[in-house]
Structure formats: C-alpha cells, structure tokens
C-alpha cells in the first residue's frame, strides 16, 4: 500500500511539502508541487480522509451510534442523517450497539480515535454520564431522548404519546389494557410508560373494572409475539394492547391471528412509530406518528451547528409532536363514548 512517505521520497520532497499538497495548505513552490502530483500519479495514491484530517484537523466524517440496524425507525433516522450529511460533504459511519452498553462504550471510543469530527447516538440505553466519558469532548447530538441542558438533542415527547395510545384504548371500550414496554433503560420506552401509567390512574375511578398491566418487551418483533401469545392464551386476557412500538405490536397481530381473536373487537391494538409496516399489516395499525427521517436530518443539522461554532457553541433542542394515526386495529364495529 502506497504511503505518504513513498509519494514524498518519490517527488524528492519532505512529508510536510505533501502534505501541503494534497490539503491545499500552506506555501509550496510550483515546482514541488508539480513533482509531488506526478509522484502521486505514477504511485497511484489517493489521500484518505485521515491524512487529510492530519492537516486540516476536520475528516468530514461523523459516527452514528443506533441500538438495531433491523429496527424500521432507526433505520429512517439513519437515511436522514446520512442524506443530510452526504448534502454537506460528509459521510456517515454506522454502528449497531445491539441494545449493548459495553459495545456502545467500543464503538464511542473508535469513533473517538478514527478522528470521527462528531458523533450522533441515536436511542441509547446509557446515562449522560458515561455517554460523556466515551466522546470526551467530542461533538455530540442525542437522538429519541431528551438531553441535559449542556447536550443537543431531538425528541419526541413520549409521555405525551404514551397517554395518547392509552386513551385511545379506553375511550373505545377497553378495560383491561397491557403494555408492552421497551428495553430496560431505553430513555423514550421510560417515557412511554409514564404516559400509560398516568392515564390509568387517573381514569381508574371513572371507568368501573379499568385495569393496567405492564410487561417488559424488548422492542423486537419476536418479542411481541411471544409475549402475545402468552396473553392471549391466559383465561383473563387483555382487551387492549399498547405495545412500545410497532414492531411488537405488529408480533401481537400475528399471535392473535394465531391464537383465533379478533382485531379489533376482540383485542384492540395500538403500537408507536408508524413504520411502513403499520399501514400494511393486517389489519391496518393504530399507532403513534414518530417522524424518523426528520428527525434525522434535525439531528445532523444540530451537530452540523456545533461543528461550524466549535467551544462557543450553545446546546440546542428540537421537539417533535406525537401524533395519533387511527387504522384497523381499533376500529371496533361499536366504539364506547369518553
């Protein structure tokens, strides 16, 4: 592999000098750099981001950190952040945590030494506190949580959703209502909860028999449907489901398929995100509108902020509004009143 020591012994000139060259910085006589672009020729070198970034101290790469590359909502809070950077001249390098602690840390403290120029995480289950440790200075962005003042972040306010999905349950008639939370840690999980526990409580004296039950998902597909399956099989089973998001949710479907119940008016269902899948399962899905692609390009465009500004830079925050999407999965034939 050609180097660029063996461009500069090639052209007769120091390291420096071709350095120089190939960031279009600093003095270098015609001459020299004429020698060094035939030696870089003839060598078939191409510069990489990181001899560039020795110089000019920027790679125009950024990281992003997501828990589930197969999960549809992080994947269209990737396609926003890498369309918004790729406008910019950036490129994004992507890492799966898995849902991982320990490989989050990794995967930040690469990022950290491959000379990444700042860092987007996107739904992690760690505290701010060690989140700050693995960046150590880097600029950062938080995405699907809410950041301390001193951190840029974009999110949803899902407590909000969470009490609307909950709502939605009882104003149709159901009175024993399950949710299906997030993974453990999971800061917008947390606030989901929130959301279906406060509703219940405070609706419990008005509704006669209304009850909540909480379980824990892992915001995966088979979960939902093994955790389905379980509920639906039990003699006292739910007639309302929120499930954390869509991909349980569209688990749950499948298992009351399964286990012969109808949707809606046996079970009702209500998910969160609104991925594609939502509006082509059957029935339809019930759920709440999380814009994910927006809020990728938001969160490049935050990070991009601090970028341009450097230490003066003040943390900002951008909020998204949960939204109701009706669809098949609570539209029973005879819908109670509020």
């Not at 824990?216 to 099989?233: A, K, V």
């Not at 007639?239 to 479907?253: E, K, P, R, S």
């Not at 500004?309 to 949960?322: D, L």
Request: hydrophobic share 35%.
């Amino acid at each position: 592999m050609t180097t660029i020591k063996d461009v500069a012994q090639r052209a007769g000139v120091s390291v420096t000098t071709v350095s120089r060259v190939i960031n279009d910085s600093g003095y270098v006589g015609e001459t020299a750099r004429e020698r060094v672009t035939k030696a870089m020729e003839e060598l078939n070198f191409q510069p990489s981001r990181l001899a560039r970034g020795l110089v000019s101290g920027k790679t125009s790469t950024i990281g992003l950190l997501i828990p589930d590359v197969a999960n549809p909502f992080f994947a269209d809070v990737a396609r926003g952040i890498e369309d918004a950077a790729i406008a910019k001249g950036y490129t994004t390098i992507l890492c799966n945590s898995d849902w991982k602690r320990e490989r989050e840390v990794m995967y930040l403290d690469i990022l950290r030494s491959r000379w990444a120029d700042g860092v987007i995480i996107a739904g992690s289950r760690s505290g701010e506190e060690v989140i700050d440790q693995a960046t150590a200075g880097l600029p950062l962005v938080l995405v699907d949580r809410r950041g301390s003042a001193k951190r840029s972040s974009v999110w949803m306010d899902n407590e909000r959703g969470g009490r609307l999905a909950t709502s939605h349950l009882i104003n149709i008639g159901c009175r024993r209502i399950v949710h299906i939370s997030g993974p453990e840690g999971s800061p917008s999980a947390y606030g989901r909860k929130l959301g279906f526990e406060g509703v219940i409580s405070e609706n419990r004296a008005r509704y006669e028999g209304l009850r909540g039950e909480l379980i824990q998902g892992d915001f995966r597909y088979e979960g939902g449907h093994e955790i389905g399956l379980s509920l639906l099989r039990s003699k006292d089973r739910p007639d309302g489901i929120f499930a954390a998001n869509d991909l349980m949710a569209v688990g749950i479907l499948q298992a009351a398929r399964f286990c012969g119940i109808e949707v809606p008016d046996e079970l009702a269902i209500v998910g969160y995100d609104n991925i594609a899948l939502s509006e082509y399962s059957f029935p339809s899905l019930t759920t709440i509108a999380q814009p994910g692609y927006a809020m990728g390009r938001s969160a490049f465009q935050l990070l991009l902020n601090q970028l341009g500004s450097g230490r003066n830079h003040h943390s900002e925050q951008q909020e998204f509004e949960p939204k109701l999407i009706l669809r098949g999965s609570t539209a029973r034939k005879q819908q109670a009143g509020t």
